[in-house]
């Protein structure tokens, strides 16, 4: 499926946007060759991984002599320092300098203003352990689209369990899974005998049915993006949503370990 145009507007706008920075603030990067020696540098630094000369010349993709020319114009601008091997021609290896590694913060800086990382947003998220991996993937891509969509704020569904429940039903329906719906509960144990009940016996709020609802995949995976009421007013981070197997052995259909120390199951005996 292609991407509309319209979509792509806002990705291509920040891709021009931070190009332009990039020329205007980090000296010779205003050639193909000085910008992809510039990343490729940083890359190296962020991996950890040893500034060799020749490594260089071998990552960026342009002729040896062209990086090799690029890396002296680097040296001239302060940003670099090529310091040879005792000996050995092949061992010379490229010292950032201060300048190059502030230059390098303010490049990430930049980032982070016009792009969302997407990964990191839903590593905070989305609480998921789905074994098989095409299936963690296509949860993944269907709670990002349903976080680009705004369903899952609490002024929107997020909230509304049996609606969002519905909502990733369909979606996965539409997608060529099988799915339905599952009345239940979450029991979140917060440690020491803390435990919430979201859709428990007796603990509905006015307004409110005892009862939750979350979606079964494939007969392999509870998907729940229905957890709203948790944050609204009991546990503020938790997870925006939630994955994972599914046990068909009543009453504990499926549960997860948070990384705060949370512990969520998913019941249903006694709806």
Not at 66 to 71: K, S, T
Not at 139 to 164: K, P, Q, R, S
Not at 176 to 205: I, K, M, T
Not at 232 to 261: E, N, S, T
Request: charged residues 15%; neutral net charge; aromatic residues 8%.
């Amino acid at each position: 499926m292609t991407m509309p145009l319209a979509r792509m507007a806002p990705q291509l706008r920040s891709a021009v946007e931070l190009r332009q920075w990039v020329v205007q603030h980090i000296p010779q990067t205003h050639s193909a060759v000085g910008h992809d020696l510039f990343l490729a540098i940083a890359e190296h630094l962020v991996a950890t991984r040893p500034l060799l000369v020749r490594s260089l010349c071998a990552d960026v993709p342009h002729p040896e002599v062209a990086v090799r020319q690029q890396l002296q114009k680097l040296q001239r601008a302060g940003l670099v320092r090529v310091e040879a091997g005792a000996g050995q021609p092949a061992a010379a290896c490229v010292v950032p300098t201060t300048r190059f590694l502030a230059l390098l913060n303010a490049y990430a800086e930049q980032l982070d203003r016009v792009y969302l990382v997407r990964q990191q947003l839903r590593t905070r998220q989305l609480a998921i352990d789905v074994p098989e991996p095409a299936l963690r993937e296509w949860v993944e891509t269907l709670f990002d689209h349903f976080h680009d969509l705004g369903w899952l704020y609490l002024n929107t569904y997020g909230a509304i369990c049996f609606l969002m429940a519905r909502l990733v039903q369909q979606a996965a329906l539409a997608h060529g899974h099988r799915a339905r719906l599952v009345s239940g509960y979450v029991q979140v144990d917060r440690g020491n005998g803390n435990l919430f009940l979201l859709g428990g016996q007796g603990v509905s709020a006015p307004g409110q049915i005892d009862g939750h609802a979350f979606c079964v995949l494939d007969e392999a995976v509870i998907v729940d993006f229905g957890l709203g009421n948790l944050r609204k007013g009991h546990i503020p981070g938790f997870a925006w949503g939630a994955a994972c197997a599914y046990r068909p052995q009543p009453p504990v259909f499926g549960q997860i370990a948070l990384p705060d120390g949370c512990h969520a199951a998913w019941k249903g005996d006694w709806v």
